[in-house]
């Protein structure tokens, strides 16, 4: 019987690249998208060993109808993994971004995190009667769950809670043998960038303090994607922290991920601040 797993938010990006790699490893997956439009393309592409699940992280009904569609599927097995990368990306300086952007933001890649990840636990062996081996969940967190970058400090927020649940979650599943491992990626390019040109947070703040910095944030954000990793670096590291019989508890794939941890904090300060145009 195949190995199955869950991804959120598979439409394009991280999400599609590690349900093709792990589907052709020979796992089932499923994969949640929000359209029937994206359901059917992503089948298309990805044949029958996926399975989309259609619903949002932010829907408590459609996560619960989720959960109880892939138990009738998967019987009495556990998932091998579970897989939060559903998230968004908003920018903008904390002092004029609008509060429902940020609460959107935090009900998306916190909150929605934590709703998949309560509805689909039973299926991953948190219960003391549940055959072995149990799954794993494994985070989408960033570099910025360790460095908060100005213009994202709101997504800065949102990974370090992601990254606080990740190492809690994994002390407290202990007593069900389930590993929680948070993966930290740099700048990678996806789609996800095209969704922020379109975004233009150059023009929606021009009239603020920001707006002279902001001004040369496309081209900065333009030249990070330039020196950005393709994708299968991230979609790598989650079928290794999947298979691994000893996973670690966090896979950083970018140096930025330990500048916090070995460069003063007020240098760094400097630095961000200079390649921002804030100084």
């Known amino acids: 019987m195949k190995k199955s797993v869950v991804i959120t938010g598979v439409s394009s990006g991280i999400g599609f690249a590690t349900a093709r790699a792990l589907i052709r490893r020979g796992y089932r997956v499923f994969g949640s998208v929000r359209s029937e439009t994206d359901a059917s393309r992503i089948r298309a592409e990805l044949g029958e060993d996926f399975i989309a699940l259609v619903f949002d992280v932010t829907d408590a009904p459609g996560i619960d109808k989720a959960a109880d569609t892939v138990a009738a599927k998967i019987g009495g097995e556990c998932l091998a993994a579970l897989v939060n990368n559903a998230g968004i990306a908003p920018t903008g300086p904390l002092l004029h971004q609008p509060p429902e952007e940020i609460r959107q933001l935090f009900e998306i890649n916190v909150f929605g995190v934590i709703a998949v990840t309560r509805a689909f636990l039973p299926l991953l062996g948190a219960r003391r009667d549940t055959p072995r081996p149990r799954g794993r969940i494994i985070n989408i967190s960033s570099f910025n769950g360790g460095v908060s970058v100005p213009f994202a400090i709101a997504y800065s927020a949102s990974k370090h809670a ?40 150059e023009k929606r703040y021009a009239g603020t303090d920001y707006g002279r910095a902001l001004a040369a944030f496309p081209g900065i954000v333009e030249e990070e994607i330039r020196k950005g990793d393709p994708v299968e670096k991230v979609s790598d590291a989650i079928c290794r922290a999947i298979e691994s019989p000893r996973p670690r508890a966090r896979y950083p794939l970018t140096a930025l991920w330990y500048l916090a941890r070995v460069v003063p904090t007020r240098l760094l300060d400097r630095e961000l601040t200079k390649r921002l145009r804030l100084r």
């Open 162 to 201: 992601l990254e606080a649940i990740s190492d809690g979650l994994r002390r407290e599943l202990c007593i069900y043998g389930i590993d929680v491992i948070a993966i930290e990626p740099g700048t990678i390019r996806t789609e996800i960038w095209s969704k922020f040109r379109a975004f233009g947070v």
